[in-house]
């Protein structure tokens, strides 16, 4: 261990086992101390000879035999090397250019944990891999993709080493990072990647996408993106939050009272509750969810994941989602905008494509069947408008006079 030989000690517990490394004076002058008193009997096996030692009232006694014919395996180092996506010593063009590496391939000292960060992130997206589509190009969008270490990353593991076609855009509001990156990748003639300097709604024309990710996007702007990716019916969507704040200050559940009136684990409450609400909101779209540890706290504290894969068929619920905001006591949150995300604009695309599909069908019909003659159109006849209605006039009858009238009984003669 650190390039130095030891002896490891492995003390039996009642719950569990634990070791020291010591070295050879060190494990000489332990093994004086506890053989007879702690342990009575020790055995050394070598390559040549088995050794067994028993201590008894006699003495101690020693017992040696030849070694027994079974392969000594060879110990694996202590320090193991980690395999990578992207592994050590190998020239990465877009690690040069960022400055992770130097032209050797070589991990700057300062730039390690950067490195780790890296391949942990593709490690949770290579998992989710078989559930992007198997052919033609992959449709990805990266919302406040900063600096693009992760964005370039996600490139060359999507392009290099799965050899896929992609669209990728990055967006940022930073109009300098913007070029940068953008400079970057026309360096090193990255085909299928843009850079859009903008916010979220920036990309409102992008119609469907596969893969959606929101990497350190603060306080709501997780919510939008999230919000976004559920109308583009994302097929997979990965969020690592940052910056939480809204939910804490209006939390107002008596039972968590003895928990927020310390403010700093309030804090750390109410990102969790968040992050919480998150994956039952998208769980409510049709969503399976996991929370993943992005990346040791040691390098970053903003080391949550979430990740979201479409599940075709799954009708969701909100109960869940509704019930957990009912008990914190609060009525509206950002969050509730992944419920009310619309994918009218994926409808239309879905319904243009299926038109197409039918002009298609049409055309080939066209083709294959022979066209019978049109028959001649026949014009109908002009319309006649009929005479006007002349109404007869009213018919007046005579009026008889009475009975005791002198006209009763007069006749013309």
């Not at 492995?10 to 007879?36: I, M, S, Y």
């Not at 080939?364 to 109908?380: M, R, Y």
Request: hydrophobic share 40%; with cysteine; charged share 25%.
């Amino acid at each position: 261990i650190k390039e130095q030989v030891v002896y490891q000690w492995e003390l039996p517990g009642e719950k569990q086992q634990t070791h020291l490394n010591l070295t050879a004076d060190e494990t000489v002058n332990r093994l004086q101390e506890q053989f007879g008193s702690v342990y009575r009997e020790a055995y050394l096996f070598t390559s040549e000879e088995d050794i067994a030692a028993r201590i008894n009232k006699k003495g101690v006694h020693i017992k040696r035999r030849v070694a027994s014919n079974e392969t000594v395996s060879t110990p694996e180092p202590h320090n193991r090397v980690k395999k990578y996506l992207i592994k050590e010593n190998v020239p990465c063009a877009f690690l040069q250019a960022l400055g992770v590496m130097n032209v050797s391939g070589v991990v700057k000292k300062q730039k390690e944990k950067k490195f780790r960060q890296i391949n942990r992130y593709l490690e949770i997206v290579n998992d989710i891999y078989p559930q992007l589509p198997a052919s033609g190009v992959i449709k990805v969008i990266d919302f406040g993709c900063g600096l693009s270490y992760l964005t370039f990353a996600l490139h060359h593991l999507l392009t290099v080493i799965h050899q896929r076609e992609v669209e990728m855009v990055g967006i940022d509001r930073n109009e300098d990072v913007i070029a940068r990156c953008t400079k970057i990748s026309k360096g090193l003639d990255l085909q299928g990647l843009r850079f859009n300097a903008g916010n979220i709604n920036s990309e409102a024309g992008q119609q469907h996408v596969h893969l959606a990710i929101s990497l350190h996007a603060c306080d709501t702007a997780t919510d939008h993106a999230l919000a976004y990716s559920v109308s583009a019916n994302a097929d997979v969507i990965m969020a690592v939050p940052c910056c939480q704040h809204e939910l804490s200050s209006m939390l107002n559940c008596e039972p968590l009272k003895q928990l927020t009136r310390f403010g700093i684990l309030q804090e750390r409450f109410a990102a969790e509750a968040t992050d919480t609400l998150r994956a039952l909101a998208l769980e409510s779209r049709g969503y399976s969810t996991q929370i993943l540890e992005f990346i040791d706290l040691e390098h970053t504290p903003k080391n949550l994941l979430i990740r979201a894969v479409k599940q075709t068929g799954k009708v969701g619920d909100a109960t869940h989602y509704e019930n957990f905001k009912t008990y914190l006591g609060v009525k509206s949150l950002a969050t509730d905008l992944v419920l009310e995300a619309e994918v009218s604009e994926v409808i239309e695309v879905v319904a243009e494509e299926i038109a197409q599909e039918l002009s298609n069908i049409e055309e080939t019909i066209a083709i294959e069947t022979p066209c019978e003659p049109t028959p001649p159109v026949v014009e109908a006849p002009p319309v006649v408008e009929a005479p006007p209605v002349v109404e007869a006039p009213p018919v007046v009858k005579e009026k008889k006079p009475a009975a005791d009238s002198p006209w009763a009984n007069w006749k013309r003669s």
